[in-house]
């Protein structure tokens, strides 16, 4: 069950993480709409957030362990502005998976929220899983 969970996870972050990466300029638009950041920092963040996701994604199909509380932090981070974008009723792509049809945008943030709080599952299972595994370890090393 542990390595269904880690493709859970890994595949969609794997996913997005190319999909933005092969255009930062549409990822940086995106940003920009969510009003978070100052301009001379959307196209470090276009870069920079993809190539986290795709580095969590292969860490955690092999097992790394700081990829977990990693991949924790980004699906909470993304939670989080997801929330706010729907807190202030904007009207504009998530782009969780790169650039999407604007026509959607208000009514993805919905969508991609519940999405995003499903991911919260496996990566709970995976920190039990793995608080069970470490406290089965300690009890026979004694």
């Not at 097992?63 to 939670?79: G, Y």
């Not at 929220?113 to 991911?119: H, I, P, S, T």
């Amino acid at each position: 069950m542990a390595r269904i969970s880690r493709w859970l996870i890994s595949v969609p972050f794997l996913y997005a993480g190319i999909t933005k990466l092969a255009d930062p300029q549409s990822f940086a638009v995106v940003i920009a709409g969510f009003g978070l950041l100052p301009e001379p920092l959307l196209m470090p963040a276009a870069l920079l957030l993809p190539l986290l996701e795709i580095i969590v994604a292969a860490g955690l199909l092999c097992n790394v362990r700081i990829c977990l509380p990693a991949a924790a932090t980004l699906m909470i981070l993304f939670i989080a502005v997801l929330s706010y974008g729907i807190r202030l009723g904007l009207d504009v792509d998530c782009g969780c998976f790169g650039p999407e049809d604007p026509e959607q945008a208000y009514h993805n943030l919905w969508s991609a929220l519940f999405r995003d709080l499903g991911f919260l599952i496996p990566i709970l299972y995976l920190f039990w899983f793995q608080y069970i595994t470490d406290r089965k370890k300690t009890v026979l090393s004694f």
